[in-house]
Nanobody
Framework: QVQLVESGGGLVQAGGSLRLSCAAS????????IGWFRQAPGKEREFVAG??????YYADSVKGRFTISRDNAKNTVYLQMESLKPEDTGVYYC????????????????WGKGTLVTVSS
């Protein structure tokens, strides 16, 4: 079993930056693909970025602005967010996917509780 705890959310002005962290428990963390998803008010949860052991994946809306990275020694995944826009506002969830690339909600085995990111215009 994997437990995920997100941190680093907050209020930032458009054009600003934030770094989210996802701390995971469990000795098999490195064998999971880890992804970030977000959910804006009134909208469905959507994929943002994912990382397996060899590749990274990004939604088109964040390519070139967001970077996902992982430190398996620390059981932590990061999401560096640059040039933030008001449409990036939402609750950001960390997710672990045992058999996929953590790019679809259907493949996720474990979810964190989320951290709120608010980007003001």
């Amino acid at each position: 079993q994997v437990q995920l705890v997100e941190s680093g959310g907050g209020l930032v002005q458009a054009g600003g930056s934030l770094r989210l962290s996802c701390a995971a428990s469990g000795r098999t963390f490195s064998s999971y693909a880890i992804g970030w998803f977000r959910q804006a008010p009134g909208k469905e949860r959507e994929f943002v970025a994912g990382s397996n052991r060899v590749s990274t994946y990004y939604a088109d809306s964040v390519k070139g602005r967001f970077t996902i990275s992982r430190d398996n020694a620390k059981n932590t995944v990061y999401l560096q967010m640059e040039s933030l826009k008001p449409e990036d506002t939402g609750v950001y969830y960390c997710a672990a996917d045992r058999f996929g690339n953590a790019v679809t909600t259907a493949g996720v085995d474990y979810w964190g509780k989320g951290t709120l990111v608010t980007v003001s215009s």
